[in-house]
């Protein structure tokens, strides 16, 4: 399960920025999570909860911002919503689509105290 | 905190074997500061807009760095455990050691089986046990490929843990991308699990001799992972009777070359 090494790649960049300003603790973290991104929503959050007991965001409120994913037709440029990297255009059945977004994974903000 | 299992203690530890050599066992290296405790803090908000992998990304281009300077071709290999990635490298090694120096990275949860499949076959080869971590990362790459004391203008394979998920989302630095299926798993794995197939550059179809046996059509194979990628090119082999080998040295032997 990758989704393990995500969050401990999430704990440490925000313990690390949270280190900086000299902060104890974090009480929000906003993360920004495409749904074609790779990363299970579920599998995260099942993840975070089994290791923030020993982190500084124990006591945090995680907010997950889930970006719709877009497609471009590299034949038609038709721009699309879609839910995987795989859907055919809907416009002219062309295979060459390409993801404009819902890849994201970024740690967008955290507050401290 | 261990990166690929979040542990503490030292119950998942990542071990380096260079065969040949006696083994060593590391632990991904935990530094556990605790913040500095400073009263009268106030509450602040920190933008960051940080990449999640960021720090997996920064070494993954290190490794690249690394890997152009010696003028070393690294190609990182993905498949569900038992398509033949294995069997494919013996035979490749076979074929092709007296043309080219060839180095293995072997990741496997456990055992050195692969590694001593590797050596057997006639290259240097280093296992890298990712104990329960399922997928290689780019620390692992940088830390096995000093160990094998690559030499330049190489070939290094990365036999990535077999796993159709999880090695997907991680840059290892390679120069390429393999992902292989082979024809009893079905047809549909590129849409079942298609983010491997869509960071993949090249994909090998395996085991093409069992095609009469099975119900299995690889122009449906094919169609799936083209709607995933579309710029995914296809190699048909058998790694068992060495069918369509020559193709795939020819592509492995110019993609070195490109890459010079
Ligand atoms: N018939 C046939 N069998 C094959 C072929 N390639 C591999 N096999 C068999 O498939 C089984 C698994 O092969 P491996 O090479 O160990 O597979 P792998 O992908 O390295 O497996 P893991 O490292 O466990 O993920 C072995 O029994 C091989 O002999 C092939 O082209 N044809
Ligand atoms: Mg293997
Ligand atoms: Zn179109």
Redesign the interface.
């Known amino acids: 399960?990758?989704e393990?090494?995500?969050?401990?790649?999430?704990?440490?960049?925000a313990?690390s920025?949270?280190?900086k300003?000299?902060?104890?603790k974090i009480?929000?973290m906003e993360?920004d999570i495409g749904t074609?991104s790779?990363?299970e929503i579920d599998a995260l959050n099942f993840?975070f909860d089994?290791?923030k007991h020993?982190?500084?965001l124990k006591d945090a409120e995680i907010k997950i911002n889930i970006i719709e994913a877009k497609s471009i037709c590299?034949d038609c440029k038709y721009e699309f919503k879609t839910e995987?990297?795989?859907?055919?255009c809907p416009q002219c059945d062309s295979?060459?689509?390409s993801i404009l977004k819902g890849k994201e994974?970024?740690?967008?903000?955290?507050?401290?105290? | 905190?261990?990166?690929?299992?979040?542990c503490?203690g030292n119950e998942n530890e990542i071990k380096m074997t260079v065969f040949g050599e006696k083994s060593e066992t590391k632990h991904n290296e935990h530094t556990h500061?605790h913040?500095?405790?400073?009263e009268h803090?106030?509450?602040?908000?920190?933008?960051?807009?940080?990449?999640?992998?960021?720090?997996?990304n920064l070494l993954a281009e290190r490794n690249r760095g690394y890997f152009e300077a010696k003028n070393i071709f690294s190609i990182n290999m993905m498949s569900s455990p038992g398509s033949g990635k294995t069997t494919l490298l013996e035979k490749t090694i076979n074929d092709l050691k007296n043309k080219v120096q060839l180095y293995v990275i072997e990741g496997d949860q456990q055992t050195m089986n692969d590694a001593e499949r590797i050596a057997n076959a006639g290259a240097p080869v280093i296992q890298v046990n990712t104990g329960n971590?399922?997928?290689l990362?780019a620390d692992m790459i940088n830390k096995a490929v000093k160990k094998l004391n690559v030499k330049n203008d190489s070939i290094v394979f990365i036999e990535n843990v077999g796993n159709l998920?999880?090695p997907?989302?991680?840059d290892l630095g390679e120069s390429k991308r393999l992902v292989i299926m082979s024809t009893t798993e079905g047809e549909d794995k590129?849409?079942k699990y298609?983010?491997i197939f869509?960071n993949a550059d090249i994909c090998i179809i395996n085991k093409i001799d069992l095609l009469p046996y099975l119900n299995y059509d690889i122009e449906i194979a094919k169609?799936?992972a083209?709607?995933?990628?579309?710029h995914l090119e296809f190699i048909e082999v058998s790694a068992t009777t060495g069918e369509g080998m020559e193709k795939w040295y020819e592509a492995l032997l110019k993609m070195q070359k490109t890459q010079e």
């Open positions: 399960m990758h393990m090494s995500i969050v401990v790649s999430i704990v440490e960049i313990e920025e949270a280190k300003a000299n902060a104890e009480t929000e993360l074609v790779g990363i993840a089994s290791i020993k982190t500084m590299e995987n990297v795989y859907t055919l295979y060459k689509t994974m970024k740690v967008k903000s955290i507050t401290t105290n | 905190m261990c990166i690929t299992c979040g503490e500061s913040g500095h405790h400073h803090s106030h509450s602040h908000e920190i933008n960051l807009e940080t990449n999640i992998l960021n720090q997996n971590g399922c997928h990362d998920v999880c997907s989302l991680f590129p849409v298609p983010t869509e169609n799936y083209l709607r995933v990628n579309h």
